[in-house]
């Protein structure tokens, strides 16, 4: 049985019933990278794209996910986040755009979704503010990088 659904008596997936597990502080990290060519990063750091500020946009993009990550994902409970932050960083050598987010709350179950989908959506929102200048940008390395709290304890990669 997984710890993020249950399969009821008739077979059918319900969402885990946290009702006794402790109320603790739970963090959580999650990464994703968006490669793409030199000339679209120049224009994302230089300002000069047509669409705007591509980390605001980004940013703001994930910390929107983050807070309807249970909108978008089956059996994940709706959580009251404390914090989410988005940070993107610009990797001239690796023609990159790196993605971090953090994700954090006081309650009974973990965060780490919301980190994913935070990542996720502000690799997407690059992608879509970039794709008229570079389709083939490349989104990656989806992953939660640490997580705190809970029963389970601390876990990094």
């Keep these: 049985m997984s710890k993020l659904t249950h399969i009821n008596d008739n077979g059918d997936a319900q969402m885990v ?3 006794d ?3 603790t ?8 990278v968006v490669l793409m060519q030199a000339s679209t990063l120049a224009l994302i750091t230089s300002g000069q794209h047509k669409k705007g500020d591509v ?3 980004a940013r703001i993009a994930g910390i929107q996910a983050a807070k309807k990550c249970a909108d978008l994902i089956p059996l994940c409970h ?3 986040l404390t914090k989410v932050s988005v940070e993107l960083t610009a990797n001239i050598e690796k023609s990159s755009v790196e ?3 953090t994700t954090k709350l006081d309650g009974k179950t973990g965060v780490e979704m919301e980190a994913l989908t ?3 959506v502000a690799a997407l929102t690059v992608y879509d503010m970039c794709k008229a200048v570079d389709r083939g940008m490349i989104i990656s390395q989806i992953q939660v990088l640490e997580k705190s709290g809970g029963k389970s304890g ?3 990669v």
Excluded: H, N
């Excluded at 502080?25 to 994703?32: H, N, Y």
């Design 99 to 101: 993605i971090i987010a």
């Design 78 to 80: 709706p959580l009251m």
């Design 25 to 32: 502080t739970r963090i959580a990290m999650a990464k994703s």
């Design 17 to 19: 019933d946290v009702t």
């Design 55 to 57: 980390f605001a946009v």
């Design 118 to 120: 935070a990542a996720s």
């Design 154 to 156: 601390d876990w990094t």
């Design 21 to 23: 597990k402790a109320t």
